[in-house]
């Protein structure tokens, strides 16, 4: 059964950096999956930040493009997210998610993790 | 700036059929952008309902299915239990690995 474990500060400042990890069970990051990150502000919807593949080729979200980067560490069977210069808007839970390499939706998820941004 | 359109709420009764839907904001929504359809409890996770317009995720039952209606992808929901009551999300698949949500349907059942 595949499993993701998202992890990371929960607590960034504005203008800072959001730095966060999905570790993954189950399956091995250089599959034939992508590897998803979606976000979801309080209150509000679900929101798609990008995705990345084992060999490092990456598709983000024109709205975030500009502030994010998803990388992936085989070594530890993990990818990470980073978005930078953060504001309150960007306040929200984390999600990671695979999508299946033959498919195009997200298969499985991760339980989300809480970031606030604030001072 | 591509938007994809959800009814904002929605109301069912108990053992009753309810249909929510998933358009475009231009254009219609064909099998091309590989509908699918999550649920999502308060402070879950959401679940993975439906792929591939009708295509059932592993362990969902068959009150759920999917189709196209209209233009519009669409999720039924046949004989809706109270634990039904849930945001419904779509999203479509844009191509160049790009994913788009629907703003989500809040059910209630009652």
């Known amino acids: 059964q595949v499993q993701l474990q998202e992890s990371g500060p929960g607590l960034v400042k504005p203008s800072g950096t959001l730095s966060l990890s999905c570790g993954v069970s189950?399956?091995?990051?250089?599959?034939?999956?992508?590897w998803r990150w979606v976000r979801q502000t309080p209150g509000k919807g679900l929101e798609y930040i990008g995705e990345i593949y084992h060999s490092g080729s990456a598709n983000y979200n024109p709205s975030l493009k500009s502030r994010v980067t998803i990388s992936v560490d085989k070594s530890k069977n993990q990818f990470s997210l980073k978005l930078t210069s953060v504001t309150a808007a960007d306040t929200a839970v984390y999600f990671c998610a695979r999508r299946d390499g033959y498919k195009y939706f997200f298969d499985y998820w991760g339980q989300g993790t809480v970031v606030t941004v604030s001072s | 700036q591509t938007v994809v359109t959800q009814e904002p709420s929605f109301s069912v009764s108990p053992g009753g059929t309810v249909t929510l839907t998933c358009g475009l904001s231009s254009g219609s929504v064909s099998p091309n952008y590989y509908p699918s359809w999550y649920q999502q409890t308060p402070g879950q996770a959401p679940r993975t309902l439906i792929y591939?317009?009708?295509t059932r995720s592993s362990g969902v039952p068959d009150r759920f299915s999917g189709s196209i209606l209209r233009n519009k992808a669409a999720l039924t929901i046949t004989g809706a239990l109270a634990h039904d009551e849930s945001d419904y999300y779509c999203a479509l698949y844009m191509g160049s690995g790009i994913s788009v949500f629907g703003g989500g349907t809040k059910l209630t059942v009652l």
């Open positions: 591939d317009t009708n």
């Open positions: 189950g399956d091995s990051i250089s599959s034939s999956n992508w």
